[in-house]
């Protein structure tokens, strides 16, 4: 599978698994080996706790702030660069609501 991405846009990939494996971990080693895959609502936190991770971040990422104003010196025109960070050029904030409706998905199954 190809991903197309700008900027930090693959992170709204990395973000879920690596909080999905970090509760994976620490609930096995709190409640016991096979914890995490047996019960039904694990999943649905790690991806609902991913979401809102997702959202700060890329309203932190694609936030104006960090846009860069440039000035044309032959027409005093300025330019604004805005660095976007997408994935399959979607907003990366707007990924937490894919995120969050496959949790709600997994948790309704």
């Known amino acids: 599978m190809f991903f197309i991405w700008k900027g930090y846009g693959i992170l709204a990939i990395g973000v879920p698994i690596f909080i999905s494996l970090m509760l994976n971990l620490i609930f096995n080693f709190i409640f016991g080996n096979n914890f995490y895959e047996t ?3 694990t999943a649905p936190l790690a991806l ?3 979401a809102v991770f997702v959202y ?3 309203v932190e990422f694609n936030h104006e702030k ?3 104003i440039v000035i044309d010196k032959k027409t005093e025109e300025e330019i604004v ?3 976007n960070h997408t994935l399959f050029f979607i907003p ?3 990924w937490s609501i894919v995120i969050f409706a496959l949790a ?3 948790l309704i199954k």
Do not use: A, D
């Open 39 to 41: 019960t039904s609502w």
């Open 48 to 50: 609902t706790i991913s």
């Open 56 to 58: 700060l971040l890329g």
């Open 66 to 68: 960090h846009n860069r």
């Open 81 to 83: 660069l805005k660095e």
């Open 92 to 94: 990366f904030q707007y």
């Open 104 to 106: 709600i998905y997994i």
